[in-house]
């Protein structure tokens, strides 16, 4: 006697009773891996933009959920840009004055279902930086040298803190994306770091180019993100 539709009944019977009582088949869906997110904390009273990263270029983000949600907001979210199949979004965050300190998971929610959490925090300080400025930027050397001016009211910054830069100029494939070790001597940190117009970029030699930094505590602490232009010297 044939029996196919009973076999298929039963053995769907049986996956979902594996899964449980509160269990969809959306949440049986493998989950979308946040694969970064950057800077990965949001600093009490201000907006931080967060770039967040994650496979897939056709999925889009309808909200974003962070949890425990007191005292943050997500106020913005936008499609940023794609590369090499992942997709990256800015979310802007708000975060009260009187939050708690502490970590806070983030999922993005998307119409197949929601993404794997990752851990943004919410710090209880954070270094300030300011008046970044172009040092040296000669065109036909390997790195450029750049300087900003600190402030932490912790004292932890430490004598080397971890420069992040992002560099882009116009008509680049990507932007150029890193950490430097920086120096600093009364109050203002001096670091060198890559030329994105080295022989082999794809970067045109009268194309514009700016660049961002923050920098870390010795404790990962990371500080505001500041922005400059970058006029390179032949």
Known sequence: MYSGPRSSIVIGLTFLACLGPGTSFSAAQQQVRIETVFPAQAPRGQSTVLNVAFPGRDLMVQTAEVSPSSGVT?????RAADSQGIAWWELTVDVARDAAPGNRSLVLVMPMGRSSPITVAIPSHVPSISDLRIVSAPANQPTLELQFAVAD???????????????????AAEPLVGAVSGKVSAGIVRAAVPNP?????????????????????????????????VDFKN
């Open 74 to 78: 997500v106020s913005g979210i936008r």
């Open 153 to 171: 009211a912790s004292g932890d910054l430490g004598d080397s803190p971890y420069v992040w830069f992002t560099t882009g100029c116009g008509g």
């Open 197 to 229: 117009r080295t022989p082999g970029s794809r970067t045109s030699a009268t194309a514009p180019c700016d660049i961002r930094v923050r920098a870390t505590d010795s404790g990962g602490i990371e500080s505001n993100t500041l922005k400059t232009a």
